[in-house]
């Protein structure tokens, strides 16, 4: 349940963003992710799904991620959940978006997925970075414009997090000249690609068979950067059928020598993981520095 002081003011705040009368019948918890509460409520107007946080702590981050869902829905590769409202009430945020009702897989699933993806990678922009910096989990993301990928990567990714847990005590300093070493590799790594539009989070649970039997994605941590970014990410912790990599290599073929950059690309969110949930992730990035 909400508090019921914020429960009418949040019916308040949805009529009058939404132009017509809003009640809340009922507010139910629902599983969403570990940075954030989520509830399916019940209106008057149908189901909703709303996410709270602090306010203080993270000001900025449900109108980030409102920002991040438009940008996905525009291109209409995949279907996103539509944003609909986002605000702060008495140090409370929340962010209003369509409830998805999960469904069965069609036969075709993993291969509309795939091409899907595909379809949005496709969408690109001059510079790799995004016009705001945003959130991934709940780490600020930032993600000033860069013509090159190494750089960008290097510089918005991989140094600031490495340095950051050097801070906490997290890694040692060895570890960090390993990471800036690993950053002067960047550029022979890499092949040269057009920025992509990321969904920048893309794990098993950021996606759902939604009603109509084909992928939903969600809980976006966009940008426009190297592509295999994303397919690095499906790799991190299962739950992508093999059909999926098929399908999409089939829509959009990938670079030689990208099985050689997986653990690369995983490094940034590997480093995420750490920061975010402790040190357990060590031992696998100690193990990807190793290998370059």
């Given at each position: 349940m909400?508090d019921?002081?914020?429960?009418?003011?949040?019916?308040?705040?949805?009529s009058?963003?939404f132009k017509v009368?809003?009640h809340?019948?009922?507010?139910?918890s629902?599983h969403g992710g570990d940075?954030?509460?989520?509830?399916r409520?019940a209106?008057n107007?149908?189901?909703?799904?709303?996410?709270?946080?602090?306010?203080?702590?993270y000001?900025?981050?449900f109108?980030?991620?409102?920002?991040?869902?438009?940008e996905?829905?525009?291109?209409?590769?995949?279907?996103?959940?539509?944003?609909?409202a986002?605000?702060?009430?008495n140090?409370?945020?929340?962010?209003?978006?369509e409830?998805?009702?999960?469904?069965?897989?069609?036969p075709?699933f993993?291969d509309?997925?795939?091409?899907?993806l595909a379809?949005?990678?496709r969408?690109?922009?001059?510079?790799?970075?995004?016009?705001?910096?945003?959130?991934?989990?709940?780490l600020k993301q930032y993600?000033?414009?860069?013509?090159?990928?190494?750089?960008?990567?290097?510089?918005n990714r991989?140094i600031?997090?490495?340095?950051?847990a050097?801070?906490?005590?997290i890694?040692?300093?060895g570890?960090?000249?390993q990471?800036?070493?690993?950053?002067?590799q960047?550029?022979?790594?890499?092949?040269a690609?057009p920025?992509a539009?990321?969904?920048?989070d893309?794990w098993?649970?950021?996606?759902?068979?939604?009603?109509?039997?084909?992928?939903?994605?969600f809980?976006?941590?966009v940008?426009?950067g190297h592509?295999?970014?994303?397919?690095?990410?499906?790799r991190l912790?299962?739950g992508f059928d093999?059909r999926?990599?098929?399908a999409?290599h089939?829509?959009?073929?990938l670079a030689?020598?990208?099985?050689?950059?997986i653990g690369?690309?995983?490094?940034?969110?590997?480093?995420v993981?750490m920061l975010?949930?402790?040190?357990?992730?060590?031992?696998s990035?100690?193990?990807?520095?190793?290998?370059?």
């Amino acid at each position: 349940m909400i508090d019921e002081i914020l429960q009418k003011q949040l019916s308040a705040a949805l009529s009058e963003q939404f132009k017509v009368k809003i009640h809340i019948n009922e507010a139910k918890s629902v599983h969403g992710g570990d940075i954030n509460k989520t509830f399916r409520i019940a209106t008057n107007e149908g189901y909703y799904f709303l996410k709270l946080n602090n306010a203080a702590r993270y000001p900025d981050m449900f109108a980030q991620e409102f920002a991040g869902l438009e940008e996905l829905r525009s291109v209409q590769a995949l279907h996103v959940p539509k944003p609909l409202a986002y605000g702060s009430l008495n140090g409370t945020s929340y962010l209003v978006m369509e409830f998805m009702t999960k469904g069965q897989a069609v036969p075709d699933f993993w291969d509309n997925f795939a091409a899907g993806l595909a379809r949005q990678h496709r969408v690109t922009n001059k510079h790799f970075g995004y016009a705001i910096p945003n959130y991934i989990g709940s780490l600020k993301q930032y993600n000033t414009p860069y013509s090159s990928w190494a750089v960008f990567y290097a510089f918005n990714r991989l140094i600031p997090l490495i340095k950051m847990a050097y801070d906490k005590q997290i890694v040692e300093k060895g570890m960090v000249q390993q990471v800036e070493a690993l950053c002067r590799q960047l550029p022979q790594l890499f092949p040269a690609e057009p920025p992509a539009l990321l969904h920048g989070d893309l794990w098993s649970g950021n996606f759902i068979v939604g009603a109509n039997g084909k992928a939903s994605i969600f809980d976006p941590a966009v940008y426009f950067g190297h592509r295999e970014m994303d397919l690095a990410m499906t790799r991190l912790f299962g739950g992508f059928d093999t059909r999926f990599y098929y399908a999409y290599h089939n829509a959009y073929p990938l670079a030689p020598g990208w099985q050689q950059r997986i653990g690369v690309c995983q490094l940034y969110p590997l480093l995420v993981h750490m920061l975010l949930f402790g040190g357990n992730y060590y031992n696998s990035i100690k193990e990807v520095l190793q290998s370059y």
